[in-house]
């Protein structure tokens, strides 16, 4: 690990607060930091998924406060909760609303048509004239089909 020597240091020191400089932060580790450590806040981000730098420091149970780059400071504050694989992010927990128990579309139709109260809804839509003629008219309609795939295959 490139910065294994600032892990190391933060993780040895026990301390609640580390304020560093830019300077003893590079000599710490034992490297050279890149210029963007000196121009950009970004770089000192608590994201140890897209910084191989931040992987140390909240490795160690710190993350950065107070980057300061006009002072090139930065101080390392222990993080008592994090355990292994937790990262802070800045989104703030809210409770999502309880699913509804019934479908929106539930009674929309409600008021649109009424059924008489002679009407028997238990009854079976077809009596049984009417449904010898549905059962004649389906073997109609069969016999011209195959009627028809007869004609196309000849």
Do not use: C
């Not at 003893?24 to 050279?32: I, N, Y």
């Not at 730098?53 to 406060?65: D, F, H, S, V």
């Amino acid at each position: 690990m490139k910065y294994g020597n600032l892990k190391a240091y933060l993780a040895s020191s026990g301390a609640e607060r580390i304020a560093l400089s830019f300077g003893d932060v590079a000599r710490v580790a034992g490297v050279t930091l890149p210029a963007s450590a000196y121009r950009r806040a970004q770089w000192w981000q608590n994201d140890s998924v897209h910084h191989v730098q931040a992987q140390a420091w909240l490795g160690a149970g710190y993350r950065t406060e107070a980057v300061n780059l006009a002072k090139q400071s930065v101080e390392f504050v222990r993080v008592r909760s994090a355990g292994p694989g937790v990262r802070e992010t800045a989104e703030i927990f809210e409770p999502r609303p309880k699913p509804v128990a019934r479908h929106p579309m539930i009674g929309a139709m409600k008021g649109t048509f009424t059924i008489s109260p002679e009407w028997d809804v238990t009854k079976p839509a077809f009596d049984e004239e009417d449904m010898a003629e549905w059962e004649a008219s389906l073997e109609r309609k069969a016999k011209l089909i195959e009627e028809g795939l007869r004609g196309k295959r000849a």
